[in-house]
Antibody, heavy 121, light 110 residues
Framework: QLQLQESGSGLVKPSQTLSLTCAVSGGSISSGGYSWSWIRQPPGKGLEWIGYIHHSGSTYYNPSLKSRATISLDRSKNQFSLKLTSVTDADTAVYYC?????????????WGQGTLVTVSS | QSALTQPASVSGSPGQSITISCTGTSSDVGAYNYVSWYQQHPGKAPKLMIYEVSNRPSGVSNRFSGSKSGNTASLTISGLQAEDEADYYCSSYTTSSTQVFGGGTKLTVL
């Protein structure tokens, strides 16, 4: 049973870069087939998929983020990360990491508890 | 990509059945049978309830069922219980190899 735990800066200034990490336990991020995703939810609003990464390093992103998002793997620490550049108030949200058992096609089987990131000066 | 369309709210009495729709396009819901449904209680992470249109993960009640016709998927909850009160989200794989969520539906058990 995979367990995911988000960590990172809870307060980010406008125009700066948001950085979050998702620690994975109960399995290896290098395991074939899995997808490793980031999803966010602004306060009182719905879910928005940000992107996912495969153990090979292949990535796909939500086109609405206009190349501001980068997801990467750290195999030595069994974790994956999200960087979101040039943040604005609209990026204030609870950020979840999630995983799926099958690359691209899988639902989000496992979720972290979520971490609130506030963009404010 | 545009969010899938869900009703903002639905309601039902205990014991009744309700259905939540999720409308997309031929580039997402209509393209594949990779539609999922998630339940989210306040302050909690979403929980997978249905995957690949109509499959239930282990441990999910058989009161939850899913279906699809054309570009619209549906989640039906039968025998409504108080603990079913939550937000529900659909999601779909797309022809661009991305994922898209619906706007969410708030279920109220009267």
């Amino acid at each position: 049973q995979l367990q995911l735990q988000e960590s990172g800066s809870g307060l980010v200034k406008p125009s700066q870069t948001l950085s979050l990490t998702c620690a994975v336990s109960g399995g290896s991020i290098s395991s074939g087939g899995y997808s490793w995703s980031w999803i966010r939810q602004p306060p009182g609003k719905g879910l928005e998929w940000i992107g996912y990464i495969h153990h090979s390093g292949s990535t796909y992103y939500n086109p609405s983020l206009k190349s501001r998002a980068t997801i990467s793997l750290d195999r030595s620490k069994n974790q994956f990360s999200l960087k979101l550049t040039s943040v604005t108030d609209a990026d204030t949200a609870v950020y979840y990491c999630a995983s799926g058992k099958q690359w691209l096609l899988s639902p989000f089987d496992y979720w972290g508890q979520g971490t609130l990131v506030t963009v404010s000066s | 990509q545009s969010a899938l369309t869900q009703p903002a709210s639905v309601s039902g009495s205990p014991g009744q059945s309700i259905t939540i729709s999720c409308t997309g396009t031929s580039s997402d819901v209509g393209a594949y049978n990779y539609v999922s449904w998630y339940q989210q209680h306040p302050g909690k992470a979403p929980k997978l309830m249905i995957y690949e249109v109509s499959n239930r993960p282990s441990g999910v009640s058989n009161r939850f069922s899913g279906s699809k016709s054309g570009n619209t998927a549906s989640l039906t909850i039968s025998g409504l219980q108080a603990e079913d009160e939550a937000d529900y989200y659909c999601s779909s794989y797309t022809t661009s190899s991305t994922q898209v969520f619906g706007g969410g539906t708030k279920l109220t058990v009267l």
